[in-house]
């Protein structure tokens, strides 16, 4: 969802009449949101074994 909004925003800050607000407000182009490649892996829970 973010980088829908980030392409709306970076889309009209392109096109008039935008484009003149942004310039004169200094809006810049966003980025896109981009995880780590870490993000894919889940993490190793160990809840241990308390039935003992």
Not at 25 to 30: I, N, Q, S
Not at 35 to 42: C, F, G, P, Q, R
Request: glycine share 6%; net charge negative.
């Amino acid at each position: 969802d973010y980088n829908n909004v980030v392409a709306d925003y970076n889309r009209q800050t392109k096109r008039f009449p935008g484009k003149l607000v942004a310039s004169i407000f200094g809006f810049d182009e966003k980025e896109y949101f981009k995880a780590d490649t870490a993000a894919n892996e889940a993490p190793k829970v160990d809840f241990g074994d308390d039935s003992k």
